[in-house]
Structures are given as C-alpha cells and as structure tokens.
C-alpha cells in the first residue's frame, strides 16, 4: 500500500494536518508506551505457559473381530401416530368472491 517515499510523505502531511505538530511527540510516546506495555503483557503469557509436554506413545489398537450384532437402545418416548391425510380444499370461483386462479 505504502510502497515509495511520496506515498509516506502525504500520509505524514495528512497526520501533521489532523493532530498538529504540537501534539505528535505526545502521541508518539504514548504509542511507544503501549508497544512497551503490549510486548511486556506477551512476554509474561508465553512465561505463564508450562513447556508442552511430549504425548506418551500409543500402542497400535488391535482389532476385534465382531461379535453378535447389537440391537438399538430402547426408545424412552412412546411411538407417534400418523396424521390422518387432509384433503383438498376445492376452488373458489370469482362468483363466490374469490379471485381466479392464474391459467
């Protein structure tokens, strides 16, 4: 985005023209303040982390052959009925105050 030196040097007048150049020195150090604080706060949660330990090594599964089949557990609510079927419903025609279907 920022690849040659005029594409830095507006974005410096555009920063100059936002804040002022009597606040930039406030700004740049309470920038650097946080990047110290940030990095500090990083450091002490890698420091926090116990060293990974290694896996202890998995013996192969051996397999086993398969015995009787399994029937599915019990259901524990009772079986539903169907629903009755529902028939349909007949046209209206525009005399009965409907309005006519599209052909």
């Given at each position: ?61 051996t397999p086993v052959a398969p015995s009787a089949p399994v029937a599915p557990p019990a259901s ?20 009965e105050g409907g309005t006519q279907p599209p052909a």
């Amino acid at each position: 985005m920022f690849r040659s030196p005029v594409h830095w040097f507006v974005l410096l007048v555009i920063v100059l023209l936002i804040f002022g150049a009597n606040r930039l020195p406030d700004l740049a150090r309470s920038l650097g303040q946080s990047l110290k604080i940030f990095k500090s706060e990083l450091k002490d949660l890698q420091d926090d982390d116990p060293a990974p330990t290694a896996p202890a090594p998995v013996a192969p599964a051996t397999p086993v052959a398969p015995s009787a089949p399994v029937a599915p557990p019990a259901s524990p609510l009772p079986p539903v009925a169907p629903l009755p079927p529902v028939a349909p419903e007949p046209p209206v025609t525009p005399a009965e105050g409907g309005t006519q279907p599209p052909a």
